[in-house]
């Protein structure tokens, strides 16, 4: 199918993969936005699921695995050349995914892919729609996966916590049985 002034929209997918706090990017080789950065991602192929396309785009442009492959959002990519026509027009569906394994690696419409943590994404000058998309691909995966409280600090709060509950037990236990013996002791008349 011809991308530049094509008589019907292309579909494509994008792909947000995350591996920690860090977002992956590539740098495009083709237009459109050649030479900008980007998610991995590229159009889908005839007889291709749309989560195939997203595993195949991500490994062709930088070597890597992914899983978890979730529906972020569709968004459309319409651009104009200098005679109002339409130069490029994709119906981008965006996917969220976790790095599972490879060395990262750019290859085929990717001349550089990098690991990027979320807060440094303004350096890359990114389209506006791709920096809305990780942005909600990042708050789904927060609200999917909440942070465990496996650091030191959480742990050792999660103890004390634990203790102070059955230092409570233990004291309210021993004030009424010394309470009772009290009372057992006053009424039969020896204190």
Not at 7 to 21: D, H, L, Q, S, T
Not at 163 to 188: D, N, R
Request: glycine share 6%.
């Amino acid at each position: 199918m011809k991308r530049e002034y094509p008589k019907n929209p292309i579909i494509a997918v994008g792909v947000v993969v995350f591996r920690g706090e860090n977002v992956l990017l590539i740098k495009r080789s083709k237009p459109p936005k050649s030479l900008e950065w980007s998610i991995p991602g590229g159009a889908q192929n005839l007889g291709e699921k749309l989560k195939e396309t997203a595993v195949r785009e991500v490994y062709e442009e930088t070597s890597i695995l992914i899983k978890n492959i979730t529906l972020i959002d569709a968004v459309d990519l319409i651009e104009h050349n200098g005679n109002d026509i339409i130069e490029y027009h994709y119906s981008l569906v965006d996917y969220m995914a976790e790095y599972t394994r490879g060395k990262l690696k750019a290859g085929d419409d990717a001349i550089d892919a990098k690991w990027v943590s979320i807060n440094d994404l303004e350096a890359y000058n990114l389209w506006t729609e791709t920096i809305k998309v990780i942005k909600t691909a990042n708050k789904m995966r927060i609200e999917m996966h909440p942070i465990k409280k496996n650091n030191i600090f959480a742990r050792l709060m999660t103890s004390i916590g634990q203790h102070l509950k059955f230092l409570a037990i233990a004291s309210a236990f021993s004030t009424l049985v010394y309470g009772s013996i009290y009372l057992l002791l006053s009424i039969s008349g020896k204190i």
